[in-house]
């Protein structure tokens, strides 16, 4: 987790992070996904879709590198990892707004209640 990257990043240069890390993560995400290529009808993947597919990969990137940057240049690896707990409650209000998912309003609700409960008592 978190503790093993701000050990990881004591010991090596953020450059060799980067390489070494990312490297062996699409590595393992490249062997894993080639079972499912083999099950996919490629006739199915719209455009949308491929565009949809690289705008995830260009967001999902960046999150990793500011994320990154925010252990290597913070000396408190909690408060970095209390933003990053809150990210799901964060996107769990962010569906109910902007994509209007009401479906499951007071679950959502509660959900995110008891996900800031849980913040504010780690944080503590």
């Known amino acids: 987790g978190i503790i093993a990257d701000k050990a990881s990043l004591g010991k090596m240069t953020l450059g060799a992070y980067f390489i070494f890390g990312y490297f062996i993560q699409t590595l393992s995400i490249c062997i894993i ?69 009401k479906e499951v309003g007071w679950k959502l609700a509660l959900g995110v209640v008891i996900a800031f409960i849980g913040l504010v008592v780690t944080a503590i």
């Open 33 to 101: 996904g080639m079972v499912q290529l083999k099950k996919l009808d490629w006739s199915s993947v719209k455009k949308y879709d491929w565009k949809n597919i690289v705008y995830l990969g260009i967001l999902d990137s960046l999150v990793g590198f500011f994320y990154i940057y925010a252990i290597n240049t913070s000396d408190n690896v909690g408060l970095v990892s209390v933003t990053t707990t809150f990210q799901m409650p964060l996107t769990a209000v962010a569906g109910y707004f902007i994509l209007k998912e």
